[in-house]
């Protein structure tokens, strides 16, 4: 499973973003999918999941009522809608597809990785 992930870029402090990450398989469609971030000098931390069929997500507690994920298994797609952006939400954003079908925010529950997307935002 290839995991493409896209619309990272700059924004200033309260504004929104919307990631995007396709995978390659249809196979992801029965898998739970997550997105996790990086910032520099900090290990990669866990932010949002969503179930195989999305009825089930869960989030970081940094990012409850700001951000939502939501799927599109039609598309093999996830999505992390971003509001109200802070400074320290800047890093890279990484998509994943989980080893299973529910969700989890544990990296060891998922065995494909995207390449990364740059979210910076500015005070």
């Known amino acids: 499973v290839q995991l493409q992930a896209s619309g990272g870029g700059l924004v200033q402090a309260g504004g929104s973003l919307r990631l995007s990450c396709s995978a390659s398989?249809?196979?992801?469609?029965?898998?739970?999918m997550g997105w996790f971030r990086q910032a520099p000098g900090k290990e990669r931390e866990f932010v949002a999941a969503v179930s195989w069929n999305g009825g089930d997500t869960t989030y970081t507690d940094s990012v409850k009522g700001r951000f939502t994920i939501s799927r599109d298994r039609s598309k093999n797609t996830v999505y992390l809608q971003m509001d109200s952006l802070k400074p320290e939400d800047t890093a890279t954003y990484y998509c994943?597809?989980?080893?299973?079908?529910?969700?989890?925010?544990?990296?060891?529950?998922?065995?494909?990785w995207g390449q990364g997307t740059q979210v910076t935002v500015s005070s």
């Open positions: 994943t597809v989980g080893r299973g079908s529910s969700i989890s925010t544990r990296s060891a529950s998922y065995n494909y």
């Open positions: 398989k249809r196979t992801s469609s029965n898998n739970g």
